[in-house]
T-cell receptor, first 116, second 115 residues
Framework: DAGVTQSPTHLIKTRGQQVTLRCSPK?????VSWYQQALGQGPQFIFQ???????QRGNFPDRFSGHQFPNYSSELNVNALLLGDSALYLC???????????????FGEGSRLTVL | AQSVTQLDSHVSVSEGTPVLLRCNYS??????LFWYVQHPNKGLQLLLK??????LVKGINGFEAEFKKSETSFHLTKPSAHMSDAAEYFC?????????????FGRGTSLIVHP
């Protein structure tokens, strides 16, 4: 049983560029959440997708957007990259249970983004 | 608003000795509390969770945590550390503030285990 998979694992971009990160949830899970983990910090919630719609959103600007596909996989897009966007981006899947903080989250290994 | 404070950025123990990782939280509601572990270059894995049932929660790999409402604490313990326990540990709080359960992660505690 495949767990949560993310791609790419590492990538380097320059300021002002755009990036797309991808996530496939654990088999049987229908909800995907995205987190940003800066170096030395805990993960911060970006947003959650369920039924192809954004259901919850953390304190992130509109430059951060996402999408969920009918097969429950998801993308995170970040436009107009800033140096401060350099971080590990984590995807987590779960079964719908009322919100991203109510049940167990299954995390992928992350996509490490470096912005130069 | 909810918040969580992990009181130690690093904890160093010898193999076979007890582990204590401290976590204090702030919440205006009845919170759910979690501990996750992150091994190098791996995703986070749930160790245990508290959701208003028994205050002493047992998790995987011999870890347990006790919810103490009077002290607003949720410390993680293990009787005997193993080398494989070396990792980053995150305490997480989640409540219904703002109308939705959005988790707040602590900054993490790095557990170092000496042979």
């Amino acid at each position: 049983d495949a767990g949560v998979t993310q791609s790419p694992t590492h990538l380097i971009k320059t300021r002002g560029q755009q990036v797309t990160l991808r996530c496939s949830p654990k088999s049987g899970h229908d909800t995907v959440s995205w987190y940003q983990q800066a170096l030395g910090q805990g993960p911060q919630f970006i947003f959650q997708y369920y039924e192809e719609e954004e259901r919850q959103r953390g304190n992130f600007p509109d430059r951060f957007s996402g999408h969920q596909f009918p097969n429950y996989s998801s993308e995170l897009n970040v436009n107009a990259l800033l140096l401060g966007d350099s971080a590990l981006y984590l995807c987590a899947s779960s079964l719908t249970s009322g919100g991203p903080g109510t049940g167990e989250l299954f995390f992928g290994e992350g996509s490490r983004l470096t912005v130069l | 608003a909810q918040s969580v404070t992990q009181l130690d950025s690093h904890v160093s123990v010898s193999e076979g000795t007890p582990v204590l990782l401290r976590c204090n939280y702030s919440s205006s509601y009845s919170p759910s509390l979690f501990w996750y572990v992150q091994h190098p270059n791996k995703g986070l894995q749930l160790l245990l969770k508290y959701t208003s049932a028994a205050t002493l929660v047992k998790g995987i790999n011999g870890f347990e945590a006790e919810f103490k409402k009077s002290e607003t604490s949720f410390h993680l313990t293990k009787p005997s550390a193993h080398m494989s326990d070396a990792a980053e540990y995150f305490c997480v709080v989640s409540d219904a503030s703002g109308g939705s359960y959005i988790p707040t992660f602590g900054r993490g505690t790095s557990l170092i285990v000496h042979p």
